[in-house]
């Protein structure tokens, strides 16, 4: 620049040109990563319900006469009928549908056809609808009748929730009221399983936040080195003592290669393969450690072995107390009580 003193440009070292840019990268990164965990965190809560699902429709039109009634009750794979349907054709189509739906199921038919009653079709709809409903329930019953459809029950898993909620809101049948629709997570179940993966998976029930949190540390202090699948749902009708029985048979998975131990009512079920038949042994002396009431089902297998390899123990767990050695053990499945 002339008749002036020359301008200069301030001098940056390269260095700092490239810690700046990694800086707004690993920001940038980092909020990506942030957001990303957030949205993971929110499916996975969404996929794993909560609470039960209930319907009720307001503001519904008086209610007609009956024309015909049909009440499915279902348990596990056995279904029964009871009800009235005004004629032969409608409960020809009622059977179709259900055995469409359940094919394998013990059906218990006591529905009867009175061909005095007003004649009314079947709305196919709403019995079709009822069906799928029941499908993703373990236990329950369903009321349908030419005034709507109510439903009850409890669902076979947790995570089938969701789908029950999106059928409701996306294929709710036409010219059908839901009177009422009330659907519970699983009752009074809860099973941990050892898979071979290294992995320690979770279903059922369990009575409350703060029990779902104790299994959670007591799983952790047993098995440091697994990772957890945990898909319990808190279920408040389940008794409080519930937390504490299942963290007792959680231990009975500490002497098993893979396996499952499931916790229904008052019984304890056991099932999978253990290393040898020390491990035997010491599951019939845990059994026994049981509180009064509580009754142990073990279906687990054992390869013979030699004694030197009946010490050595599957997965890291409590010790084995040296008396265990003395105790007997059990041929095939036994059910053990205290």
């Known amino acids: 620049m002339s008749g002036g003193t020359p301008l200069r440009r301030p001098y940056i070292r390269p260095g700092a040109v490239l810690i700046l840019a990694i800086g707004c990268c690993a920001a940038w990164n980092a909020a990506i990563t942030a957001a990303s965990a957030q949205q993971t965190e929110?499916?996975?809560?969404?996929?794993?319900?909560?609470?039960?699902?209930?319907?009720?429709?307001?503001?519904?039109?008086?209610?007609?006469?009956v024309t015909y009634s049909l009440r499915i009750y279902k348990d596990g794979e056995r279904i029964k009928l009871k009800g009235v349907m005004s004629s032969q054709e409608d409960y020809k189509t009622v059977m179709g549908l259900l055995k469409a739906s359940f094919p394998a199921a013990d059906l218990n038919d006591r529905l009867k056809v009175k061909e005095s009653a007003p004649d009314a079709n079947v709305k196919v709809g709403g019995l079709s609808f009822a069906l799928k409903l029941l499908g993703y329930l373990e236990c329950g019953q369903a009321v349908v009748d030419n005034n709507g459809l109510s439903l009850e029950g409890f669902a076979s898993t947790a995570v089938v929730l969701t789908d029950v909620r999106k059928l409701i809101d996306n294929n709710k049948p036409t010219g059908v009221p839901l009177k009422k629709i009330r659907i519970s997570p699983p009752e009074k179940s809860w099973s941990a399983s050892v898979l071979p993966d290294g992995t320690l998976k979770f279903a059922g029930v369990v009575p409350s936040k703060s029990g779902k949190r104790s299994i959670a540390e007591e799983t952790k202090r047993i098995f440091p080195?697994?990772?957890?699948?945990?898909?319990?749902?808190?279920?408040?009708?389940?008794?409080?003592?519930?937390?504490?029985?299942?963290?007792?048979?959680?231990?009975?998975?500490?002497?098993?290669?893979?396996?499952t131990v499931e916790l229904t009512g008052d019984t304890i079920h056991l099932r999978g393969i253990a290393p040898n038949e020390l491990a035997l042994k010491t599951i019939n002396a845990m059994a026994a450690d049981f509180p009064t009431g509580f009754a142990v089902k073990s279906e687990v297998t054992a390869p013979a072995s030699s004694t030197k390899d009946s010490l050595m123990p599957a997965i890291a767990g409590p010790a084995v107390h040296p008396d265990l050695a003395e105790i007997p053990a059990p041929i095939g499945a036994a059910i053990l009580r205290r």
């Open 42 to 65: 929110a499916r996975l809560t969404n996929m794993i319900p909560q609470e039960e699902v209930v319907v009720q429709e307001v503001g519904l039109e008086a209610t007609a006469p």
């Open 225 to 259: 080195s697994y990772a957890i699948d945990d898909n319990t749902v808190v279920n408040k009708h389940v008794p409080k003592r519930w937390s504490r029985i299942a963290m007792k048979s959680l231990r009975l998975l500490t002497v098993l290669n893979q396996g």
